[in-house]
């Protein structure tokens, strides 16, 4: 079970970070995904994180704009999302697999299990 949060409205530039709380056993066998959804567009990954060892990977449009961080004694995986632009905009989802190592580049059914999204809105 995963939900997210931390969404809303921020002008380009901004910041917003987000949350996404899991609940279930075993925390740490798992890799938590992040990934958003533009309107008219598919959804399409962002970033994740292997809670076992941290390690963590990002698509080349959010580097070294995003982080992908965890808390491990409060189940919770977050996304800081620094100089934010327009195109960011969309509803983010955050996806857990059981797993120990980052996938490089993941499709969507890779991941099992989803959370409902939050939205993101970034103005000009």
């Known amino acids: 079970h995963l939900v997210e949060s931390g969404g809303g409205l921020v002008q380009a530039g901004g910041s917003l970070r987000l949350s996404c709380e899991a609940s279930?056993?075993?925390?740490?066998?798992?890799?938590i995904g992040w990934f958003r959804r533009a309107p008219g567009n598919e959804r399409e990954w962002v970033s994740e994180?292997?809670?076992?060892?941290?390690?963590?990977y990002y698509r080349d449009s959010v580097k070294g704009r995003f982080t992908t961080s965890s808390d491990n004694a409060k189940r919770t995986v977050y996304l800081q999302m620094n100089s934010l632009k327009p195109e960011d905009t969309g509803v983010y989802y955050c996806?857990?697999?059981?797993?120990?190592?980052?996938?490089?580049?993941?499709?969507?059914?890779?991941?099992?299990?989803w959370g409902l999204g939050t939205q993101v809105t970034v103005s000009s």
């Open positions: 279930g056993d075993t925390f740490d066998a798992y890799v």
């Open positions: 996806a857990a697999t059981i797993g120990t190592e980052v996938i490089p580049e993941p499709l969507e059914h890779e991941f099992t299990y």
């Open positions: 994180i292997a809670l076992r060892d941290g390690r963590t």
